[in-house]
DNA sequence: TACATCTTTCAGAAATTTCTGAAACTAGAG
DNA sequence: CTCTAGTTTCAGAAATTTCTGAAAGATGTA
């Protein structure tokens, strides 16, 4: 591996990371070195960077593929495939947590509600069956929250996420401002 | 594995969903049947309904441990050790989220705030120091929102969650509130 | 067509992780 | 102290994942 210092601390450590990630160290270092490239790199820069066969990368780079994180594109008069990761890390951010979704929340909420459908025949399948329900509710509002917070502009997100628990602040005005005297709110909140 | 189909499939899609969660077939299993279980369930409980061995399954409750996700509990004149999980689905949540962040991402955060303090000795330093700054303060932002959100009480989050977007209404309204006619903010505001 | 350049596939080697059974350990009861 | 009922450890077997080199595939050029 032939890289400056600063980068290759930086790569290593993506690479060791990615089996907490779920993904391999291959990939991981992949990934880390394409998001501080300045530039596109081809196969053969990050076999020659990274030391791994080339197969391996090429492994690699068709499985960032399928999470949408890399970016191929051609320069003129080359016939190799250059990559990139986006420029805007938020994008980034965004597809992660989109594929991660995918594939760590969403089989699960599907093999919960085919279980739901169900009719439990004993008190333990129906316990079972309540305890699923809670999880399956609980899933379903961090998407549904999942789901609203993706659409915002980063902006707005940003914000948000600044704001932390002053939101809590907020929402504690909205009460005061409709709740009733007596303590009862307003039809129009729940 | 002698279970009612119901629980069954529960806990394998639990073990086969384990590795893309960072934990293995045994740990997820286990996790699953204590979770739907009516009962606290004693290691020997486990080996019978999941067919695992015995050092299995013991290995895989120390992990459970090491992950705070399980409760340990005795009974009157029993020798042995009785596991459950918490009554409370958010309680479990906020485990595991403290617990996938400490191991999934306040290493990334050290190693970025070391790599921050060195000074770049070439520009292709200087722009990966850029790229890890952007990475940095993105991981900070969110996780300064975590900080604040953890704290919140259960019913707060739910109430929070379930606004989804609608939060984005009231900081509308607020901007409206603290804008001046001009465009510009109240000193307050930013 | 033949050739050059780059990419992908795949069988098996290497490495890592998971799992087991046997042995060691612990602590209360007699 | 010894027995018993439990838990933990650990070396190695089994399974899985990762990685490689060689071969095949694809695509543009002469």
Same mark, same amino acid.
């Given at each position: 591996?032939?890289?400056?210092?600063l980068v290759?601390?930086f790569?290593l450590h993506?690479g060791?990371m990615?089996s907490?990630?779920g993904i391999?160290r291959t990939v991981g270092?992949i990934?880390?070195?394409l998001?501080? +490239?300045? $530039?596109p790199?081809?196969a #053969?820069? /990050?076999? @020659?960077?990274?030391g791994?066969?080339?197969?391996?990368?090429?492994?690699?780079?068709?499985?960032?593929?399928?999470w949408?994180?890399?970016?191929?594109?051609?320069r003129?008069?080359d016939?190799?495939?250059f990559?990139?990761t986006?420029?805007?890390?938020?994008?980034i951010?965004?597809?992660l947590?989109?594929e991660r979704?995918?594939r760590?929340?969403?089989?699960t909420l599907?093999i919960?509600?085919?279980?739901?459908?169900?009719?439990?025949?004993t +008190?333990? $399948?129906?316990?079972a069956? #309540?305890? /699923?329900? @809670?999880?399956h509710?609980?899933?379903?509002?961090?998407?549904?929250?999942?789901?609203?917070v993706r659409?915002m502009e980063?902006?707005?997100?940003v914000q948000?996420?600044?704001?932390?628990?002053?939101?809590?602040k907020?929402?504690?005005?909205k009460?005061?401002l409709?709740?009733l005297?007596g303590?009862?709110?307003?039809?129009?909140?729940g």
């Open positions: 591996m032939k890289l400056p210092p290759q601390a790569v993506f060791e990615g907490r990630w391999n270092q990934y880390a070195l998001y501080i +490239a300045p $530039e790199l081809c #053969d820069d /990050m076999v @020659e960077q990274l791994f066969s080339r197969s391996n990368v090429s492994i690699g780079l068709k499985e960032l593929q399928s949408n994180l890399v970016r191929l594109l051609h003129p008069d016939r190799r495939d990559y990139t986006p420029d805007d890390i938020w994008q951010v965004r597809t947590v989109e979704k995918k760590e929340v969403d089989p599907s919960l509600r085919e279980l739901l459908m169900q009719t439990p025949g +008190a333990e $399948e129906r316990h069956q #309540d305890r /699923m329900r @809670e999880m509710e609980l899933i379903e509002l961090l998407c549904g929250w999942y789901d609203d659409r980063t902006e707005r997100l948000l996420l600044s704001m932390g628990a002053k939101v809590q907020i929402l504690e005005m009460d005061r409709f709740t005297p303590g009862r709110r307003t039809e129009k909140e």
